[in-house]
């Protein structure tokens, strides 16, 4: 009997210290998860939106795979990142999940509008992106504060915004899409490449020389080799740009190569020592895009980013090619919200109507601009 109770006694020990250590796991668990819940991210990013379970309806009718969308919604512009989802999500039986990355004060329409419309069953989340994260490392002219528009460098910090995905694509607002995503989402990308561009030496761009824009397909476009920074890196001035307004990303590949650090470094060295083009032919984001992924990307189908319709109110393209194309998009100033922009009545098809109304209001603002 002593032997029995001896058993007890160990036997009650260990359940002892057992209920112990899943105490303090548990403790721990929580004290993680509450850390997890109310840490901002390191960007400040944080989602403020939960994907809204899909109808049963829908869950049967599309497939399982999720393909992550990522996307910038600005509240002057809202409408073309509204018209840009709504033309993605009818054209697939994917599951679609769009990471819509907007500021603060955007957050409340951007919800009312995705709620109250025909749009209310797709698959969102929406993040909160800190312009703080930028600082020192974009030259802002006072002059011009209202020209600079942070969100245009949410694409640099992918792996903050959809931390779980292996592959996202990324499209800027003034896109319609015409075809299955699934398509461009699977398209191949090399071994040691973290994202696809399309090539602005491709075919269906090159056709068409951009007037005005400089050495529109050229590195020089962008770079200034005037500058030694530029000179060192042994990057030929003749290489062909690429468009980085839609483009596929591996982001396991990404965060291995520390994509992020490396663009944000180019980007503070530019404060500096002022290394982009002075005729620069795009945006301040291309320039950091095209030195580190400088022959390191793979290339899109060129009809899945067939651009330039907003470079100038004419007709760029024939009514069968825009038809045929996977992919349109109004880079350039004439954006088709504006109407006087080229096949604008091709984005109107996918335009779902502003509840609130405000969109209205900025579109008849932006065509009295451009009749000007």
Known sequence: SSKFSVNISILIVAVVIFLLVLHHNFLSLSDFL???????????????????AAPQRLTDERSDKEISVVIAASDERLGGAIAAMNSIYRHTTSNVV???????????????????????????????????????????????????????????????????????IYVDDDVIVQDDIL????????????????????????????????????????????????????????????????FVANLTEWKLQNITKQLEKWMALNVVEELYSKTLAGSITTPPLLIVFYKQHSSLDPMWNVRHLGSSAGKRYSPQFVKAAKLLHWNGHFKPWGRTASYAEVWEKWYVPDPTGKFNLIRRHSEAYEAK
Request: glycine residues 4%; positive net charge.
């Open 34 to 52: 509450r850390r997890e819940l109310s840490d901002p991210s390191p960007l400040g990013l944080q989602p403020i939106d939960f994907i809204p």
């Open 183 to 246: 398509e461009l989402y699977n398209t191949p990308l090399k071994p040691g490449h973290a994202a696809a561009f399309s090539d602005d030496c491709d075919s269906t761009s090159s056709k068409v020389a951009v007037r005005g824009a400089g050495n529109q397909y050229n590195y020089i476009g962008f770079l200034d080799y005037k500058k030694e920074t530029i000179r060192k890196l042994a990057m030929k001035a003749n290489t062909c740009s690429f468009n980085p307004g839609v």
């Open 98 to 168: 769009f990471h819509i990355v907007t500021l603060n004060d955007t957050v409340d329409h951007l919800r009312m509008w995705l709620s109250s419309t025909a749009l209310k069953n797709m698959r969102y989340r929406i993040l909160d992106f800190d312009p703080r994260v930028l600082e020192g490392k974009v030259q802002v002219d006072p002059q011009k504060a209202d020209t600079f528009k942070p969100l245009t460098f949410a694409r640099f910090y992918l792996p903050n915004l959809v931390p779980h995905a292996e592959k996202v």
